[in-house]
């Protein structure tokens, strides 16, 4: 749809970030409570929004915090991740990702755009969802970054996850 159709609210209704009037989301038929987030990751939903800096992302936290932040809310404050897994999950989508940072203690704010974009994709990556919902990931970043996203977005449905696409760039929904 074009800007301004109501895309991105579509998408904030599917994953809970907003309350619907109407309708339901299944999630292999599992229905998922209107209006609520962690029903939806508990379900395997992800959303990565539009806005990274504003709505996706801690700026002042780490590389390594900001991957390991959906992994840690799916399994609750009282079973938290030991710093050394969380140091072996952020590096793994580090090096899977190729996210250029001098290190996982980097904070994320001093990234590029697109290593932004990446770091945001590997937090939900990471919690092995069901049903990614993108809301445009290629947006604002470089050239380089954006083949990569898109490469990144392609290998993943070849695996079968379920994607859904928001974004104005025709290169990037074909």
Known sequence: ????????????????????????????????????????????????????????????????????????AQRGAMNPLSFTEQTALANHYIASMSIKTPSPETPVKSLSGGNQQKVLLARWLAMKPKVLILDEPTRGVDVGARAEIEALIESQRQKGLAIILISSEPETIL
Request: glycine share 12%; no cysteine; hydrophobic share 40%.
């Open 1 to 72: 749809g074009l800007l301004g159709s109501g895309r991105t609210e579509m998408a904030r209704l599917i994953f809970g970030a907003d309350t619907p009037d109407g309708g339901n989301v299944k999630v292999n038929s599992a229905h998922v409570l209107p209006g609520n987030i962690p029903d939806a990751v508990s379900h395997g939903m992800a959303l990565t929004p539009e806005d990274r800096k504003a709505q996706g992302l801690i700026l002042e936290l780490s590389v390594r915090e900001n991957i390991v932040l959906a992994v840690q």
